[in-house]
């Protein structure tokens, strides 16, 4: 009986589920904002790192 309590956890905004769905999205979202002031500042060369990522995402290149 517990086990569909935690199981529907995100559909009836159970505590746990909210939380972690609130921890996850705050956590990218710091991700992503130190991400593009690394690279508005270039800290440590990050452009040239963060280019050639993108470049290897837009050209499919992904072994290499």
């Known amino acids: 009986m517990k086990m569909e309590v935690y199981s529907h956890a995100i559909n009836n905004n159970a505590r746990f589920g909210k939380g972690f769905l609130i921890g996850v999205s705050t956590g990218l979202a710091i991700f992503i ?5 690394a690279y508005a500042f270039d800290l440590n060369g990050t452009q040239p790192m963060i280019d050639g990522l993108f470049q290897k995402i837009v050209s499919g290149n992904w072994r290499s």
């Open 33 to 37: 904002a130190s991400v593009i002031l």
